[in-house]
């Protein structure tokens, strides 16, 4: 079993959709979480970044994070054609260094 | 540069033979981490290095993989004798230094094709 576990999709959802994102994690120390966006043949950038359990709202992005749960979402409102990418989530712990570990992403699709 | 900056963008090379894939970070970042994404997975940490500490190669998959940083800055990454399942895309980051809840950068990623 992979330490963080994310639903490859695709994900295809119309124009002004909510998008719900989500990953699975098993070790109880990460307390550092991420959300990355990747479009084709560029590298992650950030999105979102929470510090142990909680919200966070940037814009049209929110993240969940619940630990006793170890899970956390990424929601995107009113969803656009250019958020079409790979979503990436990605976690850490306070002795990690800040390596990262990564879920394996979740290609959005959003059609107009 | 404003990015972090990795050459070359794509590399094929004939299996068996060596490859050297280059990451300049972000001017004053002191951590440089090295990234494997191979065809539709996540990323997986290869090596971590932080000013001057020994580098963390605990996620170097064989001994054919080897890094080096020279000066704290520019980083190398080079695959001895390179196997098909070598292809993927070799991503550079890094970051202020290496304390959680620092933002991670990340360059534009070595497509490495080995044939």
């Known amino acids: 079993q992979k330490e963080v576990e994310q639903d490859p999709g695709p994900l295809s959802v119309p124009e002004g959709a909510i998008v719900s994102l989500n990953c699975t994690y098993s070790?109880?120390?990460?307390?550092?979480f991420m959300w990355y966006r990747q479009y084709s043949r560029k590298g992650p950038e950030l999105l979102m970044y929470?510090?142990?359990?909680g919200n966070k709202e940037d814009g049209r992005f929110t993240a969940q994070v619940d630990k006793s749960s170890k899970y956390i979402s990424l929601f995107i409102r009113d969803s656009q054609p250019s958020d079409s990418a790979t979503y990436l989530c990605?976690?850490?712990?306070?002795?990690?260094?800040?390596?990262?570990?990564f879920g394996g992403g979740t290609r959005l699709m959003v059609k107009p | 540069g404003a990015g972090v900056s990795q050459s070359p963008s794509n590399k094929v090379t004939e299996k068996g033979k060596d490859v050297e894939l280059r990451c300049d970070p972000i001017?004053?970042?002191?951590?440089l981490y090295w990234y494997r994404q191979s065809l539709g997975q996540g990323l997986e940490f290869l090596i971590y290095?932080?000013?001057?500490?020994?580098?963390?190669k605990s996620g170097l998959p064989s001994d054919r993989f080897s890094a080096e940083r020279t000066g704290g800055s520019v980083s190398t990454l080079t695959i001895q004798r390179t196997q098909q399942e070598d292809s993927a895309v070799y991503l550079c980051?890094?970051?202020?230094?290496?304390?959680?809840?620092?933002?991670?950068?990340f360059g534009e990623g070595s497509w490495l094709t080995v044939v």
């Open positions: 290095f932080q000013g001057n500490s020994a580098p963390d």
């Open positions: 929470t510090y142990s359990s």
């Open positions: 001017s004053g970042h002191t951590a």
């Open positions: 990605a976690m850490t712990n306070n002795n990690a260094g800040n390596m990262l570990t």
């Open positions: 070790n109880s120390a990460f307390q550092y």
């Open positions: 980051a890094s970051s202020l230094d290496g304390n959680s809840g620092n933002t991670i950068y």
